[in-house]
């Protein structure tokens, strides 16, 4: 396996999820050096148990962190992965294309008090070849000779529901979990704990996709438990070593000729804030005062119905199939963007604890008991960016390394608690004309969709990085993960952070072979 001196300039990528995996392996196949650095450890298949807790303890970052705004929970925020392969390994394999008036929220929703709505610098036209592509390499359902996965039973409750509501955009979706083998992955078993990782690899991820692949190529070196501390330059500006701690403690510096930023959209905004100079005082591409702004975890929230009949909503791929219908743009609603009914489960101590955050009581065991007759959907929609909404350093908490850890703030704008309250009275009426007895709706727990802080922009003024994901500031920087989104859309991220992660990697290429960078 190849490996590099710290004295070498690589490409650095900064960690090895959906974007830092993704653009990793298409530099590495490109005859790109590369050196991705990944703060967690390197797990195997034989690692990934169907244990909730087990994984949840394996898989998560659990360095402290703080939230504030009272709607995400305020010591656990964001719920992200802190392993080799990042949070592919965590996610439910939702694969699904931004609509074409999402890449321009600005110009389809006008000006909205509150909101700092800007247009992508790229638009679908230019994206759709980079969703094919993203699609074939991963597998996605429904899409080329892949074929979809089967409904389970919740899924078949949710589109009951709906189709007796009139909804018509009902259907498993596009899930990057192999129907049949592919790519040397078998084929989904509905084991059905796909967000604690997959035991049989069947579901994407970087962590034995992609970070194999790119090893193969004799370009590419993982150092894993590598926890990057800052970023730094030259005389001239421009990025030249990556400082992290290895699994040691002990502190070493990379050499690098660029760098691609993926540490999810909180520690990539934290990294750019902790790496302040003289010559970048409010840290790294913030010369506009960006970095870290306009956070957005999507509007969400949860419906659980008790069914008349047993439903086991834990059998099978966790997120089933959703209900698209209201996911357009359609003001006449009362808020701007759209939003997804999505299949949702969860273990029972799970359960026990979201069903009804502090219930307590003989009416909430007898929900409880009643574990096998629940169906559950998940809200995913268009979160508005909010420049007040924001990653910040919170100097009164310190990490392992005495640095002030990320603070993350949100506040739901006008716009998203209208969209919230339509999205759960709409999901109450689906799981009533189902024919359930209780419904509960519940709050938005820890993100797991985080996006912003780094977007996009046409203008240097209006955000951190370009259409490439370069930063208008420091051209050999790069985002490569959710944190460059100019808007959140009401899909699921990942499938464009792929996309992106392989536009961005033949653009790279092309730079580095024009010596423009």
Same mark, same amino acid.
């Given at each position: 396996?190849?490996a590099?001196a710290l @004295?070498?300039?690589?490409?650095?990528?900064?960690? @090895?999820?959906?974007?830092?995996?993704?653009?990793?392996?298409?530099?590495?196949?490109e005859?790109?050096d590369v050196?991705?650095?990944?703060?967690?450890p390197?797990?195997?298949?034989?690692?990934v148990?169907?244990?909730d807790?087990?994984?949840?303890?394996?898989?998560?970052w659990?360095?402290?962190r703080?939230g504030?705004?009272?709607?995400?929970?305020?010591?656990?925020?964001?719920?992200?992965?802190?392993?080799?392969?990042?949070?592919?390994?965590?996610?439910?394999a939702c694969?699904?294309?931004f609509q074409e008036h999402e890449?321009k929220?600005?110009?389809?929703?006008?000006?909205?008090?509150?909101a700092?709505?800007?247009?992508?610098?790229?638009?679908a036209k230019?994206?759709?070849?980079?969703?094919?592509?993203?699609?074939a390499?991963m597998g996605v359902g429904?899409?080329?000779?892949?074929p979809?996965?089967?409904?389970?039973?919740?899924?078949k409750?949710l589109?009951?529901?709906?189709?007796k509501?009139?909804?018509t955009?009902?259907?498993?979706?596009?899930m990057?979990?192999?129907?049949r083998?592919f790519?040397?992955?078998?084929?989904?078993?509905?084991?059905?704990?796909?967000?604690?990782?997959?035991?049989i690899?069947?579901?994407?991820?970087?962590?034995y996709?992609s970070?194999?692949?790119?090893?193969? @190529?004799?370009?590419f070196?993982l150092?894993?438990?590598?926890?990057?501390v800052?970023? +730094?330059?030259?005389?001239a500006?421009?990025?030249?070593?990556?400082?992290?701690?290895d699994?040691?403690?002990?502190?070493?510096?990379?050499r690098?000729?660029?760098?691609?930023?993926?540490?999810?959209?909180? +520690?990539t905004a934290?990294?750019?804030?902790?790496?302040?100079?003289?010559?970048y005082p409010?840290?790294?591409?913030?010369?506009?005062?960006?970095?870290?702004?306009?956070?957005m975890?999507?509007?969400?929230?949860?419906?659980?119905g008790?069914?008349?009949?047993?439903?086991?909503?834990?059998?099978? &791929?966790?997120m089933a199939?959703?209900?698209g219908?209201?996911g357009r743009h359609?003001p006449?609603?009362?808020?701007?963007?759209?939003?997804?009914? +999505?299949?949702?489960?969860?273990?029972?101590?799970?359960?026990a604890t979201?069903?009804?955050?502090?219930g307590?009581?003989?009416?909430?065991?007898?929900?409880l008991?009643?574990?096998?007759?629940?169906?559950?959907?998940?809200?995913c929609?268009?979160?508005?960016?909010?420049?007040?909404?924001?990653i910040t350093?919170?100097?009164?908490?310190r990490?392992?390394g005495?640095?002030?850890?990320?603070?993350?703030?949100?506040?739901?704008?006008?716009n998203?608690?209208?969209?919230?309250?339509?999205?759960?009275?709409?999901?109450r009426?689906i799981y009533?004309?189902a024919?359930?007895k209780?419904v509960? &709706?519940?709050?938005?727990?820890?993100?797991?969709?985080?996006?912003?802080?780094?977007?996009?922009?046409?203008?240097?003024?209006?955000?951190?990085?370009?259409g490439?994901?370069?930063?208008?500031d420091?051209?050999?920087l790069?985002?490569?993960?959710?944190s460059?989104?100019? @808007?959140?859309?009401?899909?699921n991220?990942?499938l &464009?952070?792929v996309a992106l992660?392989?536009?961005?990697?033949?653009?790279?290429?092309?730079?580095?072979?024009?010596?423009?960078?």
């Open positions: 396996m190849k590099y @004295s070498e300039p690589v490409v650095v990528v900064i960690g @090895s999820g959906a974007g830092g995996g993704t653009v990793g392996y298409d530099l590495a196949r005859g790109i050196v991705c650095l990944e703060a967690g390197r797990l195997t298949l034989r690692d148990v169907n244990d807790a087990e994984m949840f303890a394996k898989l998560s659990l360095d402290p703080t504030s705004g009272g709607v995400l929970p305020d010591q656990f925020p964001a719920w992200i992965c802190k392993t080799v392969g990042g949070t592919t390994m965590h996610w439910a694969a699904l294309r890449w929220p600005r110009s389809t929703y006008g000006a909205i008090d509150g700092k709505l800007i247009d992508w610098p790229v638009d230019a994206m759709q070849p980079w969703y094919r592509r993203a699609e390499s429904g899409r080329g000779d892949m979809p996965l089967p409904g389970n039973s919740n899924y409750v589109a009951y529901g709906a189709r509501l009139g909804y955009a009902v259907s498993t979706g596009h990057a979990i192999n129907s083998p790519d040397g992955r078998p084929g989904c078993q509905q084991i059905g704990f796909c967000s604690s990782g997959c035991a690899g069947a579901k994407w991820s970087t962590l996709t970070i194999p692949k790119a090893e193969a @190529s004799g370009h070196e150092r894993d438990q590598a926890t990057v800052r970023i +730094e330059h030259n005389d500006g421009k990025v030249d070593a990556v400082v992290y701690r699994a040691e403690g002990r502190l070493q510096r990379q690098a000729r660029a760098v691609c930023l993926a540490a999810n959209s909180i +520690e934290r990294l750019l804030l902790l790496s302040q100079t003289a010559r409010d840290g790294l591409a913030n010369s506009a005062g960006n970095v870290g702004r306009h956070y975890p999507h509007t969400t929230g949860s419906v659980f008790l069914m008349p009949g047993e439903v086991n909503f834990h059998r099978g &791929t966790q199939g959703l209900i219908d209201q359609d006449i609603r009362g808020f701007a963007g759209g939003y997804l009914l +999505e299949t949702l489960s969860g273990s029972l101590p799970l359960m979201s069903l009804s955050p502090g307590w009581g003989r009416d909430y065991a007898k929900a008991e009643r574990y096998q007759y629940m169906a559950g959907q998940w809200i929609g268009e979160n508005l960016p909010v420049a007040s909404n924001a350093l919170n100097d009164k908490v990490d392992a005495d640095d002030p850890v990320a603070n993350v703030h949100f506040e739901y704008h006008e998203d608690k209208a969209m919230l309250s339509h999205a759960k009275q709409q999901g009426l009533e004309a024919g359930a209780q509960f &709706t519940d709050p938005a727990f820890p993100a797991t969709h985080n996006m912003g802080t780094c977007r996009q922009s046409e203008r240097p003024q209006d955000g951190v990085c370009n490439y994901g370069q930063s208008h420091i051209p050999n790069f985002i490569s993960d959710g460059q989104f100019s @808007s959140s859309a009401a899909e991220p990942t &464009t952070i992660a392989m536009r961005q990697a033949a653009y790279i290429r092309d730079q580095l072979a024009g010596k423009a960078l």
